[in-house]
C-alpha cells in the first residue's frame, strides 16, 4: 500500500466503514423481526452508497494517494465485515442486529467527526465539503438506529428464553 497521510487515512476508513455498512444493513435486514425496520434499512442502506460513492470522488483527486487510500478502504471494509460476522451468528434477531448498527452508525460519526477535526488544520476545501455533507447524516443515522433499536427492544418479553 503507497504512504498516506493521516488525513487520507481516515478519509480511507470513512469510505471502508461506508462500503460495511452497506454490507451490515443487507444482513440485519434478512434477521428475524428486521422487517418493520426495512423503509429505514433501504434509506440507510441508499445513503451509505452515496457516502462511499462521494468519498471515493474525493479521493481520487489526490495525486498519487488515491491507490493508497482505496487499499485502505478495502482493508477497512474487510475489518468491519470480519467484525459483524462475529457480532451477528446464526441465532441472531433483528434487536442483536440493530444494536450492532447502534455501535457501528456511532464508529461512523465519531471517524467522520474525527476527519472534521484533522481537516481543520488541513484545511482542505473538497474534504471539508464532504465532511460537511457526511457528517449530520451520520449523527442522523445513530439517532434513527438508536430509535428503531429502542422500538424493538420495547417489542421483547423481557423474561422470555
Excluded: C
Aim: glycine fraction near 8%.
Amino acid at each position: 500500500m503507497s504512504e498516506i497521510t493521516p488525513l487520507e487515512e481516515k478519509l480511507a476508513e470513512v469510505i471502508g466503514l461506508a462500503e460495511a455498512a452497506q454490507a451490515a444493513i443487507d444482513k440485519v435486514a434478512s434477521l428475524p423481526e428486521s422487517d418493520s425496520q426495512s423503509d429505514l434499512l433501504d434509506r440507510l442502506k441508499q445513503e451509505s452508497e452515496e457516502t462511499a460513492k462521494r468519498g471515493r470522488e474525493v479521493a481520487e483527486q489526490r495525486d498519487g494517494a488515491a491507490d493508497g487510500i482505496h487499499a485502505k478502504a478495502r482493508e477497512t471494509k474487510n475489518e468491519a465485515v470480519e467484525m459483524m460476522e462475529s457480532y451477528l451468528g446464526g441465532d441472531s434477531d433483528g434487536l442483536d442486529g440493530f444494536e450492532f448498527l447502534t455501535m457501528t452508525e456511532a464508529g461512523e460519526a465519531g471517524h467522520w467527526a474525527i476527519l472534521g477535526k484533522l481537516n481543520e488544520k488541513a484545511g482542505e476545501m473538497e474534504i471539508g465539503e464532504l465532511v460537511d455533507w457526511a457528517l449530520p447524516l451520520q449523527e442522523a443515522h445513530l439517532d434513527d438506529v438508536r430509535e428503531a433499536s429502542l422500538r424493538l427492544a420495547a417489542e421483547e418479553d423481557p423474561y422470555s428464553e
